[in-house]
C-alpha cells in the first residue's frame, strides 16, 4: 500500500513540475505548442548539427557566441539543418556589442524571413528571396524596445501556413506572405560587429490556436 502511495505522490510531483514549466513558458498567440522537436541549451556545440559558415562561434558566457571576423568580409553565419513546415521556434538572446543579429529561416536554395534584433528592438521580415528580381524584401513591423548588452531576452518566433508571428517581452509584430507556405530547410542565427549570444533553443509542432483571429486584432491595434 506504501508502495502505491509514494507511485501516485511520484507522479503527481512529476505532472505538477510539467504543468508549472508549461506555464512559464512565452504565450503563443497564432498557434499552440504540439510535439518537442528540438532542444538545445548551447552548453556544447556540435559541429555535425551546426555548420558555421563565417565568422567565429563558440560556447561562452552561457550560450553560443558568436563574432563577426573582418577577415571575412562578412557577418558571422551559422546554420542547422532543420526541414519543417509549421513550428513554434523559441530561444533567449543577447545583443552584446553587435550592430544587428539576425534569427534567419531558409528554403533550400534561398533566404525566406527573419527577425532581426539591434539595442534599439526588432524587426521581422520576409526575405528578398532572388536578389536579382523581381522579388523584394516585404518588413511586417518592427518594435522600438531597449536591448542592453548582457541582457538576456527569450524570443518566440510562430510559423503557420502564409503567416509568421514573433514576440520578445509581450511586444508581437504579425505578417503574412505567400512565400512563407514555402517549406523552409533550414535555420541560424548571423551576428554584424562585435557579439551577440543565444541560448535554451527550442522547436515544437504548430498547432492551430482557436484564439489568434482575436489576438491578431489585438497585435493589430497595438501598432496603431
Request: hydrophobic share 40%; net charge positive; aromatic share 8%.
Amino acid at each position: 500500500m506504501k508502495l502505491k502511495t509514494c507511485f501516485a505522490f511520484a507522479i503527481a510531483v512529476v505532472c505538477a513540475l510539467t504543468a508549472s514549466a508549461a506555464e512559464n513558458l512565452p504565450k503563443t498567440l497564432m498557434t499552440e505548442r504540439g510535439r518537442l522537436l528540438c532542444s538545445e541549451d548551447f552548453t556544447t556545440l556540435d559541429a555535425k548539427t551546426w555548420h558555421a559558415a563565417k565568422g567565429k562561434w563558440e560556447i561562452a558566457d552561457g550560450g553560443l557566441k558568436g563574432v563577426e571576423l573582418k577577415s571575412d568580409k562578412h557577418g558571422a553565419v551559422i546554420r542547422r539543418q532543420f526541414p519543417f513546415k509549421d513550428a513554434v521556434i523559441q530561444f533567449d538572446v543577447q545583443v552584446n556589442g553587435s550592430k544587428q543579429t539576425t534569427f534567419s529561416i531558409n528554403e533550400a536554395k534561398a533566404h525566406l524571413a527573419r527577425v532581426l534584433f539591434n539595442k534599439d528592438g526588432f524587426i521581422m521580415q520576409k526575405d528578398d528571396r532572388d536578389h536579382a528580381g523581381p522579388d523584394k524584401a516585404v518588413r511586417f513591423g518592427n518594435i522600438a524596445l531597449p536591448l542592453k548588452a548582457g541582457e538576456w531576452h527569450t524570443v518566440l518566433v510562430e510559423f503557420k501556413g502564409e503567416e509568421m508571428v514573433a514576440t520578445m517581452n509581450g511586444k508581437s509584430i504579425a505578417g503574412a506572405n505567400a512565400a512563407l507556405l514555402t517549406p523552409k530547410a533550414n535555420f541560424g542565427f548571423t551576428v554584424a560587429g562585435e557579439s551577440a549570444s543565444y541560448r535554451n533553443l527550442r522547436v515544437w509542432e504548430a498547432k492551430p490556436n482557436p484564439a489568434w483571429e482575436q489576438n491578431k486584432k489585438q497585435i493589430s491595434a497595438a501598432k496603431k
